[in-house]
C-alpha cells in the first residue's frame, strides 16, 4: 500500500530575510532554520534582500540602498507574479528606513498578491515609530494590520507590538541553533584549571555590554585568577583603541584578551576554554540573545540583563543570573561568586546544557517553524473569514 504522505503536495514558502554575512542574531537564525529540515519539510524560495555585508553599514540611508530596494521590489513582483505561494514569510525590521522597505514588501504580498503573510520581528518592536512622517507610520500600520501574523521571537515582546497588532495574530517562535559541543566535550567538575576565564562573545557594541564587563574586570583587578576574553568585531572601529587605552589606564593588561572577530575553531575553542559566560546587553533593539544559546550549548553559566525575552530563556538563579542594566559592579559580584564556587558554575551550566538540548537546538526550532506554518496555512485567509462572516449574517 503506498503511503498516502509520501503523494501530499509540499507547502510553498517564499522566504525573504539575508544570511551572513554579516554575521548576526537575525542573519544566523535565518541560515539556522534554511539550514534545518524546514527546507525539505516544505518547498522553500528563499530570496536574500542583503543591503550590507558589515554590520557597521547596518541603519545606514544610502542611495545605493534605495536602488537595491527597488531591485528587489520588482524580483518580488516577478516571483508573485509567476507563482502562488501557500505563505510568504518576511524578515522585518525595527528601526530605520528598513521598516518602510519591509512594509512595502508586506503590502505587496498581502494586498496586491493576497498572499498569507507573515512578518517575522527580530527586534523590539518599531522603536521609531513616533519619530516618522505621518505619511510612513499609516504605510507601516496599514502593513502591521494587513499581515496574517507577526511573529516575534518571544512572549515579553508582544507590548511591543499590541499597538499595531491584535493579540490573536501575534505568534512566537524562540530561535535553535546547530549544537557544536558533544557530551564528552562539556567541561567537567572538579576542574583541575588554576584560573577562571570569563568570556564576553558578541559585537563589540558597547550596547552589547562590552564596557560594563571591562568596567568590572577593572574592579577585580587584584584577583588575578580570573581573565576575561572578549571575542567579536569593533564596532565603531574607533572604540578598539578607546578600550586598550582603558586597560591600560586601569592596569589590567595581564587579565584582558581582546581576540576580535573569532569564528570557526577559535570561536569553539574561545568557549570551550571559558568557565562563565557574561552578556550584559543594554542594546535597544536586543530581542533574544542568540549567543546565550551558544553558551548553553557549551554547558556555561550565564551572567546578561533581563532585555527583552532575555528572562524567558535564562531563569535567575536556575541557569544563570539577571543583573541590573549598565551595573558593573553587580555583574563584578556574580563573577566573583561563580568563580568562588566552582561547584555552583558546574551545576548551572549542567542545567544549561539539559535545557538546551531540550529546547534550542536547530531541531526543536525547525519544528516550531513547521507546526506554526502548518497551522497557518491550514487555517481561513482573511478572504475566507470575511466571506464566512457574510454567509452566517445571511443565514440569520
Known amino acids: 500500500m503506498q503511503d498516502i504522505t509520501s503523494c501530499e503536495r509540499k507547502k510553498t514558502i517564499f522566504f525573504i530575510g539575508n544570511v551572513p554575512p554579516p554575521i548576526t542574531g537575525l542573519t544566523l537564525s535565518n541560515k539556522y532554520l534554511l539550514d534545518s529540515r524546514f527546507s525539505h519539510v516544505f518547498d522553500v524560495t528563499f530570496i536574500d534582500c542583503r543591503f550590507v555585508d558589515d554590520v557597521a553599514d547596518t541603519g545606514k540611508f544610502t542611495i545605493y540602498k534605495v536602488l537595491l530596494g527597488i531591485k528587489y521590489l520588482t524580483k518580488l513582483f516577478y516571483y508573485f507574479s ?3 505561494y501557500d505563505i510568504v514569510l518576511i524578515n522585518y525590521a525595527s528601526i530605520g528606513w528598513a521598516v518602510m522597505r519591509d512594509s512595502l514588501f508586506s503590502i505587496m504580498s498581502s494586498v496586491l498578491f493576497k498572499h498569507k503573510t507573515l512578518l517575522w520581528m527580530h527586534g523590539n518592536g518599531i522603536l521609531d515609530f ?3 512622517f505621518v505619511f510612513s507610520k499609516k504605510i507601516v500600520a496599514f502593513a502591521l494590520k494587513k499581515a496574517t501574523r507577526v511573529v516575534l521571537v518571544g512572549d515579553n515582546l508582544r507590548t511591543r507590538v499590541v ?4 493579540k490573536a495574530n501575534m505568534e512566537t517562535v524562540h530561535y535553535g541553533i546547530k549544537p557544536v559541543f558533544d557530551k564528552h566535550e562539556i567541561l567537567q567538575f572538579p576542574s583541575s584549571k588554576k584560573t577562571v576565564t570569563v568570556l564576553y562573545f558578541s559585537n563589540m557594541i558597547r550596547e552589547k555590554g562590552w564596557l560594563v564587563t571591562l568596567k568590572a574586570a577593572a574592579k577585580l583587578k587584584r584577583r588575578s585568577d580570573i581573565q576575561f576574553v572578549f571575542c567579536g568585531s569593533w564596532w565603531p572601529l574607533s572604540d578598539e583603541g578607546y578600550a586598550r587605552k582603558l586597560v591600560r589606564e586601569w592596569g589590567i593588561e595581564n587579565q584582558v584578551d ?3 572577530k573569532t569564528l570557526g575553531k577559535e570561536k569553539k575553542r574561545a568557549f570551550s576554554e571559558a568557565d562563565i559566560f557574561v552578556f550584559p546587553t543594554f542594546f535597544p533593539v536586543e530581542t533574544f540573545g542568540l549567543v546565550n544559546l551558544e553558551a548553553m ?3 556555561l553559566p550565564i551572567i546578561t540583563t533581563s532585555r527583552a525575552a532575555i528572562p524567558e530563556i535564562v531563569d535567575d538563579g536556575i541557569n544563570g543570573f539577571l543583573i541590573p542594566e549598565q551595573d558593573a559592579e553587580a ?3 556574580k563573577i566573583t561568586y561563580l568563580a568562588d564556587h566552582p561547584e555552583i558554575r558546574y551545576k548551572i551550566g549542567k542545567r544549561n546544557r539539559e535545557k ?4 534550542y537546538t536547530i531541531d526543536a526550532y525547525a519544528d516550531r517553524w513547521i507546526e506554526l506554518l502548518n497551522t497557518v496555512v491550514a487555517s481561513p485567509s482573511k478572504i475566507g473569514k470575511k466571506i464566512n462572516r457574510e454567509l452566517s449574517m445571511r443565514r440569520k
Do not use: N
Open 82 to 84: 509567476t507563482r502562488s
Open 130 to 132: 513616533d519619530q516618522r
Open 163 to 166: 499597538r499595531w497588532v491584535s
Open 258 to 260: 581582546f581576540r576580535g
Open 297 to 299: 550549548d557549551a554547558g
Open 331 to 333: 555583574l563584578a559580584e
Open 356 to 359: 538546551f538540548m531540550k529546547y
